[in-house]
């Protein structure tokens, strides 16, 4: 699957694409009221860009210009924007 067939509302996404983006990771309390990092990416490939959000330690070892392989992911619209995540099932982890 690449970006350009995502549309909201989709389970079990898995997909390769590289990080073309990665924001400075914030403290942020959940709506369960847990403290928690959010970091902001966006991934691209050659039929898109689709921003993810990574809570926790999700975020390790990612970093801007990686190829990435997300597996069990979905996807969602926030704020009128299509986005990407992966919860606790999903994974996202470099290339090899």
Do not use: H
């Not at 995502?6 to 079990?12: E, H, K, Q, R, V």
């Not at 970091?39 to 970093?63: F, H």
Request: glycine share 14%.
């Amino acid at each position: 699957m690449n970006i350009g067939e995502l549309s909201p509302g989709m389970s079990n996404v898995s997909l390769t694409a590289k990080v073309s983006e990665v924001s400075e990771p914030k403290q942020v309390t959940t709506k369960f009221g847990t403290q928690t990092t959010l970091t902001n990416i966006k991934l691209k490939d050659e039929t898109g860009e689709i921003p993810m959000a990574l809570w926790g330690l999700q975020s390790d070892g990612i970093s801007e210009g990686l190829d990435v392989e997300i597996s069990g992911g979905f996807t969602k619209e926030f704020r009128g924007t299509l986005q990407l995540g992966i919860g606790k099932s999903g994974s996202i982890k470099p290339v090899q």
